[in-house]
């Protein structure tokens, strides 16, 4: 008898015992460790690994793509379903929808960007108190690049996009960023904050709006002060040994920005506009400091002064180099090992539609998914169809998924999904008139802050300085304020984001345009603004799940016990059923959770790690540990 290899040993295994037969060959042979320390994730796995094994992956968005490439890559039979008319889910980058733009702009990708990814619609929709869908509200992207339109400019056009969803990548977010090398994502810094961004509140400084240097030093300088004279007085003796005081001394000479012990104050607040240090006996004006008073009594740190110390918030972060939709289109033009069968994934994806029902089955024993879906069909009928799938990957938002599950074991399934709470998000986006906020503001890159319920914030370009164009995001809300200004008509929003948008650059003394109509007729396009509220937009239901779940906030009753309702659904899978995407992740609203959990789902699936059965165990299929 001919001695087979290790290779052909194991599919022998996988033919007749499944997955869970190879992985159990695997551990008892030593090919397989059930700690799993040494699985290098980001390795694909043998294409022979799913022979025979068939995938159902709900969602085509990026955590979804993610698993259906793994999936297909390792060998399985892979089939994507998308209930939307697009790819993408929430990363969305919106392009312009100039015929000549979109010929020339796919022209430079060299392949590698499928035309049918490239988005230009915005689709809100209205719906009835039972979440059916009344209408939908379609906006096209009129952005352009008008004097190359005009034949005014020889070459290419400027690259102008608005990332509707996701806009930044923390440097600690290292699936995602180890799914940027593995895919050829090519990244750039993005500027979340910089001192030259603004700051406005009506209650502080006559409501005019502030440079964050200014008010951060500021601020500095006032506890510096403080803090010297606590020491000076000897109110620090127990708090600090004297061995250190001198250091101490030393310390907050750095930190307030003093020059010396004469309080000389340096040039940390800034300049005035325009009065930089010049020639000669030009030394530049210094920004004025801020009162203390006015800094505590009308609370001038709310609108966003310390945000960049957040986690998530880094001074300087990354994102994707031309538009956040390379995260997941550069996934469907990376071609499938040969082993796999080659190919792009895109083959194995079906848009429009929408999954009907997904049924725990058992055959001969074995745990499957049963699932049914529609896609068009002759006018406006649809066609159905079912297949029965040995696993099924869900992607789909909690609440969705709720209507449509049947017969799982885990005890009101259907009723814990309903509970997970969403939270609501809008954006503007504007096609901005020059680059004014370079040339006038001395902005480059960064967020300004408003103290505004529907604004909050306008992003600035972090990318092509001093080119003919920009894209601004022009206001951004969440949570109760974003449910209602997704209540106003388009030009209702776009109103309120060119009110806000002219006061946070109102700077007193630059003869600058400062009122309404000149923002909407000077600064920006006003008729070619767009917004997205994603609560309203097609098969979602917010920006993000709530952190009130993640936390554990949330509870329900659970075999006789109170007890998160976070803990009953992160246990996985669910018979044949594992759940995916940011939703069920830790970095709930950001991409990284969205890799993180289909990895876990795909090497749970390959028999590579234990699904968590409890808390206690839940470490074994995490990103991390793979």
């Known amino acids: 008898m001919e001695a087979l290899t290790r290779r052909q040993f194991l599919t022998k295994i996988g033919q007749t015992l499944g997955v869970a037969g190879v992985a159990y060959a695997m551990q008892n042979t030593g090919l397989m460790s059930m700690a799993h320390a040494e699985v290098d994730w980001h390795d694909t796995l043998p294409p022979d690994t799913g022979t025979g094994k068939s995938v159902a992956v709900l969602g085509a968005g990026v955590s979804g793509l993610r698993a259906a490439w793994e999936l297909a890559a390792a060998g399985f039979d892979v089939t994507v379903l998308e209930a939307a008319p697009y790819m993408g889910g929430r990363s969305q980058t919106i392009r312009p929808s100039s015929g ?43 952005f352009t690049d008008d004097a190359w339109e005009k034949g005014d400019i020889i070459g290419d056009p400027d690259d102008i996009y608005l990332n509707a969803g996701p806009g930044r990548i923390p440097s600690f977010h290292n699936a995602l960023l180890d799914h940027c090398r593995k895919f050829d994502v090519d990244l750039e810094p993005f500027t979340f904050t910089t001192r030259q961004n603004l700051m406005q509140k009506d209650e502080f400084n006559d409501g005019e709006p502030a440079r964050l240097g200014r008010v951060k030093s500021s601020l500095r300088e006032h506890m510096t002060k403080i803090l010297r004279k606590l020491e000076a007085e000897g109110k620090l003796d127990e708090t600090i040994e004297e061995a250190e005081r001198a250091k101490f001394r030393k310390l907050l000479t750095a930190f307030g920005g003093f020059d010396g012990e004469d309080d000389k104050i340096s040039n940390r607040r800034g300049y005035e506009q325009g009065e930089g240090p010049g020639a000669w006996l030009n030394e530049g004006k210094i920004r004025p400091q801020f009162n203390l008073t006015d800094l505590l009594n009308d609370e001038a740190w709310e609108p966003g002064l310390f945000n960049d110390t957040r986690v998530y918030w880094q001074t300087s972060l990354m994102q994707p180099t031309g538009g956040m939709d390379r995260i997941w289109t550069n996934m469907l033009t990376k071609p499938l090992p040969a082993a796999a069968g080659g190919g792009m994934i895109e083959r194995l994806v079906q848009v429009d539609a929408p999954v009907t029902k997904i049924k725990n089955i058992s055959e001969a024993g074995t745990e499957k998914v049963d699932i049914t879906w529609s896609t068009p069909g002759e006018g406006d009928a649809r066609t159905e169809h079912n297949r029965v799938f040995d696993f099924c990957v869900s992607t789909m938002g909690p609440k969705r998924l709720a209507v449509v599950v049947e017969d799982f074991s885990l005890a009101n399934f259907s009723e814990h999904l309903k509970q997970v709470p969403y939270t609501a998000s809008c954006k503007v986006g504007w096609q901005s008139r020059g680059r004014w906020f370079e040339e006038d503001y001395e902005i480059y890159g960064g967020i300004s802050w408003i103290a505004d319920e529907f604004m909050t914030q306008m992003w600035y370009p972090s990318q092509d300085f001093h080119s003919r164009n920009a894209t601004l995001t022009g206001a951004y809300n969440r949570g109760p304020e974003s449910l209602d200004f997704a209540k106003l008509s388009l030009s209702a929003r776009l109103d309120v984001a060119a009110e806000q948008g002219a006061k946070l650059h109102n700077i007193p003394g630059r003869g600058l345009p400062v009122d309404v109509e000149k923002f909407k007729s000077e600064m920006v396009y006003f008729d070619r603004g767009l917004s997205i509220a994603w609560q309203d937009a097609p098969y979602q239901d917010g920006g993000w799940q709530d952190h009130a779940f993640e936390h554990g906030d949330e509870k329900v009753t659970h075999n006789g016990e109170e007890v998160t309702l976070w803990s009953v659904l992160a246990k996985q899978p669910i018979n044949a059923l594992y759940l995916a995407g940011d939703w069920i992740s830790h970095t709930p609203g950001w991409q990284e959770g969205s890799i993180r959990t289909a990895m876990a789902s795909v090497y749970a699936i390959a ?14 299929c995490r990103y991390e540990n793979l």
């Open 100 to 142: 000549a733009y979109k010929s020339n702009w796919l022209g430079r990708q060299n392949g590698k960007f499928p035309a049918s990814a490239y988005h230009t619609q915005i689709i809100q929709e209205k719906r009835d108190d039972k979440n059916n869908v009344l209408e939908s509200h379609v906006q096209t992207c009129e």
């Open 607 to 620: 028999g590579k790690c234990s699904p968590a059965q409890s808390l206690e165990e839940a470490g074994a």
